[in-house]
């Protein structure tokens, strides 16, 4: 299961932290990422953290999306900082190769 929080409403140019808690797995072992999902689109995938802390981002939030994991807390987190009209969508964690469970999400809005 994952659990996700930290989404809301940022101006054009400000920062959130999302945070995402699993359980039912053996979190240390596994592959984390974070995907979005916009309006009317597919959910895609934007950035990824193994289980040795390499990390990979997609080209539209690379340079400006931190994800990071504590494995003591089973948690998985986003830093998300320069955020732009084009990032409002609802956000969530899952395996690299995502499992078929998807949580709930957390929504984030940017907006002046």
Known sequence: QFAETGGGLVQPGGS???SCVASGFDFNMRSMAWY???PGSE???IAGISNRDEVKYADSV???FT???DNARNTAYLQ???LLPADPAVYYCN???PSAVWGQGTRVTVSA
């Open 95 to 97: 395996l690299w190769t």
């Open 43 to 45: 959910r895609e995938w």
């Open 16 to 18: 959130l932290r999302l």
């Open 80 to 82: 998300m900082n320069s």
């Open 67 to 69: 994800i990071s994991r």
């Open 36 to 38: 979005r999902q916009m």
């Open 62 to 64: 690379s340079g400006r």
